[in-house]
């Protein structure tokens, strides 16, 4: 299993650029799983629905199972938000998990620069942004692709991408 991440800001097209890739790397034949870090309090749940009112009541974990899928809900309830590499060890094994967020986290990145965002490249930075897909001409030595350009940055994902056991070493070793 290998990591490769997506970093960039609110507004640069992440999300609609992984939505883009994924089904071309299922195209490949790979198993994509996608780790997201979401900002402040979310909800996945519907106020009201049962596993919701179970959450409300203090439940630490719970877990919905349907025919089509299941979803397993941790609440905190006060204790430190985990760090990647104890998420990654909760993932199932597919051949490539994006990242998107965990920006101080030992991962690999792609930047992902939109230039009527307005904001500055973050690659300057940040060591671990090894690649960058930008919709303008980026002076920099590493490696960019445009985009538009799926193909271009399936590959440049999949060359960048690391062990999973390289994430968590290099974890280990920050601790």
Avoid: C
């Amino acid at each position: 299993m290998k990591v490769i991440g997506l970093a960039g800001w609110s507004g640069a097209g992440k999300t609609t650029l992984l939505s883009r890739v994924i089904p071309h790397l299922l195209g490949r034949a790979l198993r994509v799983s996608v780790i997201k870090h979401a900002h402040h309090e979310f909800d996945v749940d519907v106020p009201g629905k049962d596993s919701w009112v179970h959450r409300q009541a203090g439940a630490t974990e719970v877990l919905v199972s349907s025919t089509r899928r299941w979803a397993l809900m941790h609440e905190l309830r006060g204790a430190s938000e985990p760090r990647l590499p104890e998420l990654l060890a909760k993932m199932a094994r597919v051949d490539l998990v994006v990242v998107e967020g965990f920006k101080r986290e030992p991962v690999s990145k792609i930047e992902v620069y939109r230039a009527a965002n307005g904001k500055p490249l973050l690659f300057p930075d940040d060591p671990r942004v090894v690649g960058i897909a930008s919709d303008v001409a980026v002076e920099t030595t590493l490696p960019v692709v445009h985009l538009d350009d799926i193909e271009d940055v399936a590959e440049l994902m999949l060359r960048s991408a690391i062990p999973v056991d390289d994430v968590l070493a290099s974890a280990s070793a920050e601790n």
